[in-house]
């Protein structure tokens, strides 16, 4: 997958990486099972949590590989 942007659905990620579950659960969405929770943006998530976007790009694409 290409690089993971702050567009990028949180369900696609999770389906090709879902070693970022914890990444995303360090941030407070304890719900990654659910359709809503699995259906925002990188960036609609960041902003319900009140994390730096840019700063989760970063860990999550450190997680995953350019070419998957």
Not at 16 to 44: D, K, N, W, Y
């Amino acid at each position: 997958m290409a690089k993971i942007t702050k567009d990028t659905i949180i369900g696609e990620i999770l389906d090709i990486a879902p070693e970022t579950a914890p990444v995303f659960m360090s941030i407070g969405m304890h719900c990654l099972g659910c359709p809503a929770s699995r259906g925002e943006t990188v960036e609609q998530a960041c902003m319900v949590h009140g994390v730096d976007v840019d700063e989760l790009l970063a860990a999550i694409n450190q997680l995953i590989p350019a070419e998957q």
